[in-house]
């Protein structure tokens, strides 16, 4: 978080952040509370948040999550909005932060941040619960599911666009990536989850909300297994793609940028979760085939003769079938398996043509025809930007699905590939 305009970003936060809390306090103060009230919920906060995770994602950012929003729910619903932002700003921070693991600026931020989507969450809390007099229990629901979707809603818009000014990517790229139907379900069940803690703790007792933590410690360990077990999938899938790097010495770093390319183009042709994860890992396996390839063709400098010709042709559908036993893995395969089809139908393994051929494999064709074109091969030297782009441009409808092409005509790659670059540094010196 160096660069000016996120320097700038930071104080237009701070600002905001303390403008809101004066804000608050003159319309809803003066505030009356129980200490002991504002210890538990801070104490609640502080435990749900120490339990957080990295789900390994295959993509550029990280993202962590935890169960801290049934808790932040809660405080929205039982303090004023000037105490709602204070509590959760505290109660919000993590284990890595309390060990001071965390960048001062990294710390601060998320402290304004999370103070000015509390006061915002409770406000809204406030109006919506403030809409129906009769109290009853179920509106009070409904007004606590529409503060955790505001409140959760803001709080990764404002870390979207802190990640994009320190990243260089577009605000709306980074927000896409960062919410998928899981994250508006999670919302919306610890959201009513925090809603029962909130009425327990009024109705029946705080030992009572105690208790009910206790399905939440049971689903964090379920949360905390399911990424360890995402993490090893990331890991082998990786190690098989690096080994394919590794015999094809000559194209080093070839696979994660085609993995890293098709799903930066993915997402811009409409592709979102599950789909674009095994775009991702298709790019990362599509030629994975290869393994079984003969040094003799696999790193021949020259043209290939005939006989050759036919045995490199085989691997997509060798590659396919190397991974159509894992059910996981099954859509990835049918990208794997053509992505040397062409547009009109003259490529293989099976020379489908337009919508017949699967995105995933259409997009992978394209970026994998730019990246050799960018980088160059041993036998053809790197063409500019201008080049490729022009070169992709003239086999639209022939090569390429003239939508695809479209697209990525959209997006300046070489200021991609100085992002990833860039990242690759950043990961190196971690
Ligand atoms: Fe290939």
Redesign the pocket.
Known sequence: MTNRRTVVYLAIVHTCTIAVLLLLFSVYGPVSFAWSDILFWIGAGLAAHAVQFDIAHFETQRMRVSVGLAVTTANLTLFSPPLAALIISVASLSARDLTGKTDLSKLLFNRSMFALCGGAGAVVFQYVNGLNPGQEVWWFIVASLVAAVCYGTLNTLLVAIAVAFSSGRSVYAVWRSASSTLTHVSYLTLGAYGATLSLTYTRVSPLAVVLLGLPLVASYYGLRNSALVRQFYTQVVQSLADSLDLREHETAGHTQRIAVFAQRLGAVCGMRGGSLESLYVAGLL??VGKLGMPDRVLLKPGSLTAEEWEVARR??ADGAQLLEPYEHLREVAGIVRH??ERFDGSGYPDGLAGDAIPLGSRIISVV?AFDAMYFGRPYRRPYSWEEARDEIERNSGSQFDPAVVSAFLTIHWPGEVELLRAQGEHDAHE
Do not use: V
Request: charged fraction near 30%; avoid cysteine.
């Open positions: 599509h030629d691997h997509p992505h040397h994998d």
